[in-house]
T-cell receptor
């Protein structure tokens, strides 16, 4: 079955630590995204990538980093510079970013990160 | 600037009653519009989408939405709500970027 997997489902981090959230897709999509979700604030875009080895900052990129070495994978690192990292993180992919067409996004199940 | 607005933060309906969730968009051209549903602790699932053509769009789980250009709206409807429909609903659009509304939380009472 094609889809998006995120791991782990729950992640606990001590203050000052970096953590990496995994996102893998087997949909053969070019574009991938990371969103942060907080209660009452909807989805906020952290980073997106249109193609391998290329990515752009979204609205709230500070304190986060990403890489796109493979088409299937788009890991997100939450660094110690992120002052309030406790949130629900969602990864998504689409055929394209929408710039050239109207492509819906497919979402993974999410990772809940809690800073202790 | 492009944006999506969901005016209702929370809606409560009785099981079996009809439902309408509001979505307004702001975009210079015709946007591509979507509705997603999210159960607690889960990812988002696409309910339906509008690209062009017939302005009344049918989706999964008995949902439909109507695109009204004159009102810049894309409201989601369901004629009879089931308890399993309780969830968070997000409207989204693409133009030069993908935009989501802040969501509407639906509670269904028996």
């Amino acid at each position: 079955d094609g889809g998006i997997t995120q791991s782990p489902k729950y992640l606990f981090r001590k203050e000052g630590q970096n953590v990496t959230l995994s996102c893998e897709q087997n949909l053969n999509h070019d574009a991938m995204y990371w969103y942060r979700q907080d209660p009452g604030q909807g989805l906020r875009l952290i980073y997106y990538s249109q193609i391998v080895n290329d990515f752009q900052k979204g609205d709230i990129a500070e304190g986060y980093s990403v890489s796109r070495e493979k088409k299937e994978s788009f890991p997100l690192t939450v660094t110690s510079a992120q002052k309030n990292p406790t949130a629900f993180y969602l990864c998504a992919s689409s055929i394209d970013t929408g710039l050239a067409g109207a492509y819906e996004q497919f979402f993974g199940p999410g990772t809940r990160l809690t800073v202790l | 600037a492009q944006s999506v607005t969901q005016p209702d933060i929370h809606i409560t309906v009785s099981e079996g009653a009809s439902l309408e969730l509001r979505c307004n968009y702001s975009y210079g051209a015709t946007p591509y519009l979507f509705w997603y549903v999210q159960s607690p602790g889960q990812g988002l699932q696409l309910l339906l989408k509008y690209f062009s053509g017939d302005t009344l769009v049918q989706g999964i789980k008995g949902f439909e939405a109507e695109f009204k250009r004159s009102q810049s709206s894309f409201n989601l409807r369901k004629p009879s709500v089931h308890w399993s429909d309780a969830a968070e609903y997000f409207c989204g659009s693409t133009g030069n970027q993908f935009y989501f509304g802040t969501g509407t939380s639906l509670t269904v009472i028996p």
